[in-house]
């Protein structure tokens, strides 16, 4: 299994400008998460989804949007690229079983700069 | 007042010295907590976790709650080199779509 993976590594964007974070999961996963981490702060919680085509939004989720249509993938779509969107991306996911240690398994991150 | 409080350091310790991180929280609600280690430009994996209050120890790893105190802990033993990470504390309720409310991360330096 490849478990979390997540594409792009890097990115730098010019303001205004949109893309889309890819991240997937071959372990068949229910439940998947986007977090955004920046210095000092913690890991921040975006945007979730409990299944294929049902998401919700997080902490922070202004100025991005996602999309669930298969177990496997959840794209995070930024529209207008803005400074204060210059951080680390991170997914995850977990089982949709109730478990012990309620872990979440981390994709490797997408570092993003927004000039 | 944020949810999940973490000092985020930088700590700084000799090789074999005892590593103790902390976090306190003001939602009494929570029942998971866990401690997941990063290292450098890495995603966050789960070292350990304790469910409701108690010890827990793994190797050289011993996780604390104390929930009338809303406090927890990690403490390191005989600390290596390789213990070297950024460790955030996380939390979450017994439902509610199982997310974590983190903490800011306590970036820990072991020297050799």
């Known amino acids: 299994n490849a478990g979390v993976t997540q594409t792009p590594k890097f990115r730098i964007l010019k303001i205004g400008q949109s893309m889309t974070l890819q991240c997937a999961q071959d372990?068949?996963?229910?439940?998947m998460y986007w977090y955004r981490q920046d210095p000092g702060m913690g890991l921040k919680l975006i945007y979730y989804?409990?299944?294929?085509?049902?998401?919700d939004k997080g902490e922070v989720p202004n100025g991005y949007n996602v999309s669930r249509s298969t177990t496997e993938d959840f794209p995070l779509r930024l529209e207008l690229a803005a400074p204060s969107q210059t951080s680390v991306y991170f997914c995850?996911?977990?089982?949709?079983?109730?478990?012990?240690?309620?872990?979440?398994?981390f994709g490797p991150g997408t570092r993003l700069t927004v000039l | 007042q944020k949810e999940v409080e973490q000092d985020p350091g930088p700590l700084s310790v000799p090789e074999g010295a005892i590593v103790s991180l902390n976090c306190t929280y003001s939602?009494?609600?929570?029942?998971?907590f866990m401690w997941y280690r990063q290292y450098s430009r890495k995603g966050p994996e789960l070292l350990m976790y304790?469910?409701?209050?108690g010890n827990k120890e793994d190797g050289r790893f011993t996780a604390q709650v104390d929930k009338s105190s809303k406090y927890i802990s990690l403490f390191i033993r005989d600390s290596q080199p390789s213990d070297s990470a950024t460790y955030l504390c996380a939390m979450s309720l017994l439902s509610n779509d199982y997310k974590l409310s983190f903490g800011a991360g306590t970036t820990v330096t072991v020297r050799a």
């Open positions: 989804s409990v299944g294929a085509g049902i998401t």
């Open positions: 995850a996911s977990r089982p949709g079983l109730q478990r012990e240690n309620n872990e979440q398994f």
């Open positions: 372990m068949n996963h229910n439940y």
């Open positions: 939602n009494s609600a929570f029942q998971y």
């Open positions: 304790t469910y409701s209050s």
